[in-house]
Structure formats: C-alpha cells, structure tokens
C-alpha cells in the first residue's frame, strides 16, 4: 500500500488519462474525435501557464491565491497598452504582452517580499493581494470588457494546422522549468525550502531570495496565462480567470505536488492539468448539469489532497 | 517492485496516449439524436433557472436533446464549453454570453463549423461574426410599466415625487430600463417628478443605501421605479425603515414598479404592495431562440435580432397574466413544493 501510493505519481496520473480516455471514449460522444482533442490540448495550455507558476510556489510549501486576480489585472493592463481604440501604444502587442508579464512579475515580488520579509503567511498575504489586484482590475475598467487588439496579438490564441499556437510558449515554459528544478542548484534550493526550511536555512539555503524568485516567477507565469486567455478570448476582462483556481490547485496536487511542500514535478503538474481538462470536457460533452460537474471534479480534487496527506503521514513528516 | 513499477508507468502511460492519438482523431462523434448544445452564463438567480428549464422543456416538445453546460461566471470556460459542442456537432447553440466581447470567438467557431448560435437574451457586440439574439425590449417594456405607474400617479390627484434604480449602465439592459424610464417619465411630467437617481452597479446593499438616502431627502417619495425585481427586497426594507411600506390604496402608499418579473415580484403583486412589473416573457423567448435554431438549419431567413415584447403585469390584469409570468410559476412550484 505504502508503495503504491508512493508509485502513484506523476506517470501514474498519466496512465491515468490515458485509462480514462479509452474508457470513456465509447460513451461520450466526441470525446477522442480530432477536433475534441485539439480543443482539449489547446484549453489545457494556459492552464498549465498557471499550474506551473503555482507548482513553484507550492514546492516551497507556500500557496499563491492572488494568480486569479493576477490574470485578470494583466489581462486589462496589457489590453489598455495595446488596444487600438485608445490604447496607450495602439496596435502594439509586444508592449501589450510586456504590460501583462511585467504585472505578474511586480504582483509576484509583492507576494514575495510579503512572505519572504514581512514574514506573512503565504495564505493571507495572497488573499489580501487578491482581493486587492481583483479590485483594481475592476475599478479601473469599471467592469468593462476591452476589446480592439490587435491581429498580431489576436493571433496567440489562433491555431497553426493543428497545434495551437500557444503550445510555442508554455512548452518552451514548462521545459526551463523542468530543467530548472532537476538540474540546477536554485531547483534544489526549491525543494529544499519547502522540505524543512529551518534545515535549509543552517545548510545555508538563501531561503528569503528563494521565496522571492519562487513567487515571482509564478506570478509572471500568471501574467503568461493572461496573455494566452486574452488572445483567446479577443478580450481584456477584468472578471478573466476569476474561476480557474480550483482548476489550478487541483491539476497541481493530482500531478503529486504536495501541498505540504517539498515534493512535486513539471511533468505531474502537466498531467494532473490534462486530467482535469479532461475529467471536465467529458462531463461537458456528457452534458450533465454544472452542479453535478463541481462536485465530480471537487471529488477528483479531494480525493488527490486525501491521497496527499497520506503520503506526508507514510513519509513519516 | 517500486522500481519496476516506475520503469512500467510511463511505458504504460504512453502506450495508452498513443493509442488515443493515432485512433482517437479517426474517431468522429457518434450521430445521435438532433441535438442543441445549451451553454448559460450562471444558473445563481431564478430568472435564469426558469430560462434554462423553458428551454428544456420546448427541445423535449420538438423531440431534441439538450446538452447543457454553465460557465459559471468564466468567460475563457464558456467558449471551451461552445467549442465542445462544436467538437460533438450539435445541431445548434442557445448562448447566454458572460461578455458582450468575449464571445465573439465563440460565435466564430461555431460560423466556421456551420452551426447556427442564439444569443439568450444579451446581445454581443458588433463584429463579422453572425448570430441571431433574441433579446427582450427592455426600452419598451420599461417605458409601458412606467407608463402605468404615471396614470396610477395621476390617479391620486396630486404630483408624485420619483425615484428610479439604475443598474450598471456598462450592461445594455440596463441602459434600456433607463431609457425607457426616462422617456416615460418625460410624457407624463404633469404626474410625476424624478427627484432621485440612485445607482446601484445590480448591487442590493447600495440599492437599500440609495433607496434610504432618497427617502431620507424627500419623506414624501411617492413613486419608485426599479430596474431588475431582484433589488425590491431593498427597496421593501428601506420603506420599512420609513414607515412607508403599504398597500396599494392604504394612505401612504409608494407607488412602486419593478422589471423581470420574478418570484418577490409575483409575492408582492399578490399581497398588493406591488402596483406593476415590467415581465421579460421567458416563455417566448426561449420558444423564439429554438424556432430561430431550427429555421437557421433549414436554410431560412432569421433576422439578426429578435425582440421580446414582454407583457406588464399589475393589479388589474395579474390574474390573468400569471400563466405568462416566470416568477408566478416559480413562486407556484415552490409553494406546491412546501
């Protein structure tokens, strides 16, 4: 028992989608047909912009709740950069997707700094940035939708045959964060914080810079999706991604990030994002009620957390 | 056996993907019975409770299937929801948008794929996507239950001081309340005179402060107008608070009209202290964005915007009326319920 939970990790999670694929292909229709899957890969990629972010910050044993609200701020400040009715450089998207990621990165210092030096908990010094940079979204659209980008930017959230062309940035996202937390010494620091980080304090783990990075980077990750669901959706909303963070958390902690730090994947994340894409495209294509959708991916959710929190007591933490 | 395990998994893992992959995009959807891809911004207030059940109950009358799907306030989430059903070919979609803007993708991917798409009861904004909305008259509506409100004004023999709640003026409906408040309220100005403009952003804790406020500055208010149903609590508690809570024809009665037609509405008519409200005739609606679906995949004309007139139901017509009224339905299921 104890091994098979520990077995059941990032790759188990993939046998996982690829069980649930197969068997539930026969009863839903649509479900593995080209088109359906191209939909599926194409929602799971900014998603995933964000689940990355979120596994950094959980790594560290923190949480970030504020990726919601970071969406949604970037989401209209690089809208109002680059509109072309308005904007402050119209028409120019490179300053639009610099706007949005330059708002995560400066929302993710904060969260940072909050949590690193002000010693706040990880939990409320997200919470109030949250409600803090979703009230700004809002007050300074005065719940306003902006649209007119530009094609060049529009063209983010369009598809080159059949690969979106969002995959050219979160696949080159996910490898460097790969790469960073299994090959270098700022990954292990990572672990190590989320581990014990008194223990990686005497080691002489700089834990304060490595909180800072962890939550910046999730925050330009943030900023990352707000580029992505804005070309998507042709539209700077300052309501964009306010429901997505069970979806965050839950494609993270089924992956087999803990949510008690210290132990996760790029790959897990990546798969437990396409799980619970695809737990919800099928439901979808079932057309069962919203109501029964909560609670079958609040179940699937859950029931990974549970399987979590047995690990931590088997690994004896 | 851990190390095994491990070296299995992904071979497993990928064997399983793969076999998706090369099979799954050869795979089309099954045909199955006509069927209409139903996608609601939210299912949190009744009116859109009743909206989604008018419409399940006039597919099942035309032999369809619905399915359904809510984005639950995530404009991102409901075009992945229109994609799906774009993905599983159904034969049309009914949309209530999250965002005037933010739909348009929506509305092209299901023009590329040729299947026709209702917008319920919100419009989007301009744009070469095409669609067919099916929208109330909010300006007309409006404009008739103030009209009535104005000859019950005149009834009373003397001017009436007026109050009209404003919704968030960034949604088109509201906007069209107003308008037809205010043009109202301009025809009969021997009757009434609009001494408070209280905005509320559909927010029912600044539509009690406002209501309280106005009261406050003109006791003698003797008109209100709000433009959804869902902020009369608001207006119910600050009368309370004023002592000016009473029935139609009790001396110190506020003449009082609403728009939606909701279940409080309904409550309200019945016990009288409601003169009128303005109803969004769901029923039709939901029966005009089916027809609008079925005409569209036969090849005939639809127009791009189809208008509920809506019907105003008040104390001398409710009986008769309630069959049409959403919120008298609910309010019946309900109590049949209890």
């Not at chain 2, 979609?93 to 319920?120: H, Q, R, S, T, Y």
Request: with cysteine; aromatic share 6%.
């Amino acid at each position: 028992m104890r091994r098979a939970l520990f077995v059941l990790g990032d790759w188990g999670v993939a046998l996982l989608c690829g069980a649930y694929l197969v068997a539930l292909a026969p009863f839903v229709p649509g479900l593995a047909s080209g088109p359906n899957l191209g939909d599926v890969f194409s929602n799971v990629l900014p998603l995933l912009a964000v689940a990355l972010g979120q596994t950094l910050v959980l790594l560290t044993g923190g949480i970030d709740l504020s990726v919601t609200a970071v969406v949604a701020l970037a989401s209209v400040a690089g809208a109002r950069v680059m509109t072309e009715t308005g904007g402050l450089l119209p028409g120019s998207a490179a300053a639009g997707v610099l706007a949005m990621l330059g708002v995560g990165v400066v929302v993710g210092l904060a969260n940072g700094l909050a949590v690193a030096n002000l010693r706040m908990p990880p939990f409320l010094a997200t919470l109030a940035m949250m409600t803090f940079a979703s009230g700004l979204a809002i007050w300074s659209t005065q719940s306003q939708g902006i649209a007119g980008l530009p094609a060049s930017f529009r063209a983010l959230g369009a598809s080159l045959g059949p690969l979106p062309v969002s995959l050219l940035v979160v696949l080159p996202l996910a490898l460097a964060a790969h790469l960073v937390l299994s090959r270098t010494v700022l990954g292990r620091w990572i672990y190590a914080v989320g581990g014990n980080a008194r223990a990686a304090r005497v080691s002489g783990v700089p834990v304060e810079r490595v909180l800072l990075l962890a939550y910046a980077a999730c925050g330009a990750c943030a900023g990352l999706a707000a580029v992505l669901y804005t070309a998507r959706l042709e539209t700077g909303s300052p309501v964009l991604g306010q429901r997505i963070f069970l979806d965050v958390i839950g494609g993270a902690v089924i992956g087999g990030t803990s949510l008690f730090g210290g132990r996760g994947t790029v790959r897990g994340t990546a798969f437990g994002v396409l799980l619970i894409t695809l737990v919800d495209n099928s439901l979808n294509l079932l057309g069962l009620s919203s109501f029964t959708v909560l609670m079958v991916k609040g179940g699937v959710i859950l029931a990974a957390a549970v399987l979590d929190a047995w690990r931590e007591r088997l690994a004896g933490r | 056996m851990k190390t095994r395990a491990r070296r299995v998994a992904p071979g497993l893992a990928a064997v399983l993907l793969a076999t998706v992959a090369a099979f799954g995009p050869s795979c089309q959807p099954r045909p199955t019975r006509h069927a209409i891809g139903v996608a609601f911004e939210t299912l949190q207030t009744e009116f859109w409770v009743a909206a989604i059940d008018a419409i399940r109950a006039d597919l099942a009358s035309r032999g369809y299937d619905m399915v359904e799907a809510i984005a639950d306030g995530d404009a991102n989430r409901q075009l992945e929801q229109v994609r799906s059903f774009v993905a599983r070919r159904v034969d049309g979609i009914v949309v209530v948008p999250k965002d005037a803007k933010g739909i348009i993708p929506a509305i092209k991917a299901a023009n590329e794929a040729g299947i026709p798409i209702v917008l319920f009861n919100r419009p989007a904004d301009a744009s070469a996507a095409r669609s067919v909305a099916v929208v109330a008259d909010n300006l007309g509506i409006a404009r008739a239950t103030v009209e009535h409100l104005c000859a019950l004004a005149r009834q009373s023999g003397r001017k009436q001081k007026a109050a009209i709640l404003i919704g968030d003026l960034g949604d088109v409906n509201s906007i069209g309340r107003r308008d037809g408040f205010d043009q109202a309220a301009a025809a009969c100005a021997d009757a009434i005179e609009v001494v408070a403009r209280i905005p509320t952003d559909w927010n029912q804790e600044k539509a009690l402060a406002g209501m309280t406020n106005a009261l406050q500055a003109h006791p003698d208010l003797g008109l209100v107008f709000t433009s959804s149903d869902f902020m009369l609590p608001s207006i119910v508690s600050a009368l309370k608070g004023a002592n000016r809570y009473r029935r139609a024809g009790e001396p110190g009665h506020v003449i009082l009209g609403g728009f939606d037609g909701d279940a409080t509405a309904w409550r309200m008519l019945e016990e009288g202290t409601l003169d009128a409200t303005g109803v969004q005739d769901v029923y039709f609606e939901a029966k005009a964005a089916i027809q609008a679906l079925v005409d569209a995949k036969a090849g005939r004309a639809v127009p791009p915007v189809v208008l509920d007139p809506g019907f105003v139901i008040h104390q001398g017509n409710k009986a008769e009326m309630a069959p049409r009224m959403w919120g008298a339905q609910v309010a019946r299921r309900k109590a049949a319920g209890a």
